[in-house]
């Protein structure tokens, strides 16, 4: 081949500074592009090999050699796949627009369809110019008669092209690295990247520091084999020692025998896994071998919940893998991270629009050939395509966590305080998801048993017709926890801040079911009947308590509602409207303010007639004690239903001492 100079052959102007800069967010990028490019060659060559047009060597090693070599600031990327003609780097290589692998697919795509073809050599190759001055190639296509090739470039828009000297079969691109660059031919720096990136590619991937002194390994002669190179041969020569026999005489026996071991270079080791375990059918995985995956892969030592394993080949090809981690709402971000592969490619962590809203806590990978991906393989193309992944994936759950339910009830319920929230908020967002889980929704009540919601409704319609009282703190409730325990009622507890919003969802589903907080309102099980006769003269006991608590307090607003409680030992307690207190809990997660517009000042002061310090609070209304007895029956409430403000606390505080010391005083 006479040699050959000329311009890139580029399509659309400026492409090529669009590739270098934009094209790709990270430039560490370019180790899964040549690395991926390499792979591309190999599966090429073996599916000629399949379709008997290239001859296969005796046991055909493919891999891809990544060499760095930071004194010389370059790094070599080779495989041994199918190489390129001097006409092919012409056309893959020189004009940019083409993509090899599509090309090859299109000519070859009736003949042959075991391995898809990853790459799109041409863009991809062009991501090393990000961070090289200089990249060559050294090719040599499997055609017999052809020659090598030679190609080099520095700068990416001109380049030269000449016969070149590659002895074997495949492709090695160089790299000569900008200054800005070095930390890429960095031998641990190296290996972080393609761990990342290629952890998982089809083909054996190796690291060779060419700055690094050879390292050496000791093996026994029977674990020799062809491919070592021994540098030296350690013989241990046999050992005996004389041993009396039990007649007296002697006799040498052999202790160890002759050895020898060989010292070899150290074999390579490769830094992927080409068999990943998502490849393999779910009856052949065994429980350990997910739970050492999930370790490895996302670093997480506490032992998921559970798994999915997703096999799927119609209407489109996907596997993977997905864990429900256990987490600590209280510490742990509630997103999880899906890793995406495209044939074993790494493509992103969390492309969010493949997995639904509501399952982004969960933790897992995703290997999908057919999907839609932009040039750089960062950004999905087709909505249509990605809904469909999304749904399927939703449907695999709400089918495993029903079928747990349905088959493994006490499991779980084990698992359900970790798999409530997200499966609460997977039913607000998506109907289809919320009608298959409908029946497996778990409340637990107050003893810790755990009720469906048709159960909830059936323990206690006698009591409470399609009402369900519910506790969001047992510690802030207990007062109103136990009152209800006393009484043989129920309720359930729901601790998240998706309860909220969830509760409201099954109210607007659920015709006539209503939820409320156990402190919401009393009960008329908690009172004693008020005779008809009576009904007048009680109210304007009330109005009189209203006016006597309101000025002790200087609270003109305050609610104030009096009580005949069976219980008379409770003096005083605190209700809050179930609807506006709703609305001044959405209104705080969502970080909006001021919520007093909303209902803030919606607590009602309850205080028990039947209690002595009430009766004395009506019967000494200008009293030397009133006022102080009136804070401290209000703070006391507020107390068990809450916390009081610093201001407050600090004056309940004083109020308290001066209250003790009057006692002692006595």
Not at 29 to 57: H, Q
Not at 236 to 264: A, C, L, M
């Amino acid at each position: 081949m006479s040699e050959k100079k000329g311009s890139l052959s580029i399509n659309s102007e400026n492409i090529f500074p669009i590739i270098k800069k934009w094209l790709y967010s990270d430039h560490d990028i370019f180790y899964r592009e040549l690395i991926s490019n390499g792979c591309d060659a190999i599966t090429k060559l073996k599916k000629l090999a399949l379709m008997g047009e290239y001859e296969e060597p005796e046991n055909p090693e493919y891999k891809i050699t990544v060499t760095v070599n930071q004194k010389e600031r370059t790094i070599a990327v080779e495989d041994n796949g199918m190489g390129m003609t001097a006409d092919e780097v012409d056309e893959y290589i020189n004009q940019i627009a083409f993509s090899g692998a599509q090309d090859f697919l299109n000519k070859y795509k009736d003949k042959a369809n075991e391995d898809q073809i990853i790459g799109h050599f041409g863009l991809g190759f062009y991501s090393a110019f990000m961070v090289a001055d200089k990249v060559t190639i050294d090719t040599r296509s499997y055609k017999a008669a052809a020659a090598p090739v030679h190609w080099e470039s520095e700068g990416g828009t001109e380049f030269e092209m000449r016969d070149g000297d590659r002895e074997g079969t495949g492709t090695c691109v160089t790299l000569y690295l900008n200054e800005d660059s070095a930390e890429f031919s960095n031998e641990y720096r190296a290996r972080e990247v393609i761990e990342k990136y290629c952890a998982f590619m089809p083909f054996p991937i190796y690291l060779v520091n060419a700055d690094a002194e050879p390292q050496y390994e000791t093996v026994e002669k029977e674990e020799l084999t062809e491919k070592d190179t021994v540098v030296e041969t350690i013989v241990e020569e046999e050992k005996t020692e004389e041993k009396e026999n039990e007649d007296g005489t002697k006799e040498t026996v052999v202790v160890s025998p002759r050895t020898e071991k060989y010292k070899i270079l150290k074999r390579p080791v490769s830094l992927n896994d080409t068999h990943p375990l998502w490849n393999k059918h779910p009856n052949e995985c065994t429980e350990e071998e997910y739970k050492a995956f999930y370790r490895k892969v996302f670093l997480d030592y506490r032992e998921p919940l559970f798994w999915i394993h997703l096999n799927m080949d119609y209407p489109f090809n996907l596997k993977g893998i997905l864990y429900f981690p256990k987490i600590n709402t209280e510490y742990d971000s509630l997103e999880g991270t899906i890793k995406l592969y495209n044939n074993q490619v790494f493509i992103a962590d969390n492309i969010k629009e493949v997995i639904p809203e509501y399952l982004l806590l969960l933790k897992g990978v995703i290997d999908c050939p057919d999907l839609p991906l932009n040039v750089s393989r960062s950004a999905l193309q087709n909505d249509g395509f990605v809904k469909k992944i999304s749904d399927y994936i939703s449907k695999k759950v709400a089918d495993k966590l029903s079928g747990m339910c349905k088959t493994e009830r006490e499991t779980y319920e084990k698992y359900w305080d970790d798999l409530a929230p997200f499966i609460k908020f997977g039913c607000i967002k998506d109907e289809k998801f919320a009608e298959k889980m409908n029946d497996y929704i778990l409340f637990k009540n107050l003893d810790g048993k755990y009720l469906t919601l048709k159960d909830c409704l059936e323990e206690n319609k006698e009591k409470h017709e399609n009402t369900i009282f519910y506790v969001t703190d047992e510690k802030e409730q207990s007062q109103y926890i136990n009152m209800f325990q006393k009484e043989g009622l129920d309720a359930v507890i729901l601790p998240h801040n998706i309860d909220n919003p969830f509760i409201s969802h099954l109210e607007q589903k659920n015709e006539g079911l209503k939820f409320l907080r156990i402190d919401a309102d009393l009960n008329d099980v908690f009172k004693e009947e008020t005779k008809e006769e009576d009904a007048e003269e009680f109210g304007k006991l009330g109005e009189k308590l209203t006016g006597i608590v309101r000025k002790a307090l200087s609270m003109d607003q305050l609610e104030v509602k009096a009580e005949k409680l069976k219980d008379a030992s409770l003096a005083s307690m605190i209700t809050v409207s179930e609807e506006s207190r709703r609305m001044q809990d959405m209104m705080k997660m969502y970080g909006m303010g001021d919520t007093s517009m909303f209902g803030g000042n919606s607590e009602t002061l309850v205080l028990n007639v039947n209690h002595p310090l009430v009766k004395y609070v009506l019967e000494h209304e200008d009293g030397a004690h009133t006022s102080a007895i009136c804070e401290q029956l209000y703070d006391l409430a507020e107390l068990s239903h809450g916390t009081l403000t610093p201001e407050r606390m600090t004056k309940f505080i004083e109020r308290s001492n001066e209250i003790m010391m009057a006692m002692a005083e006595k």
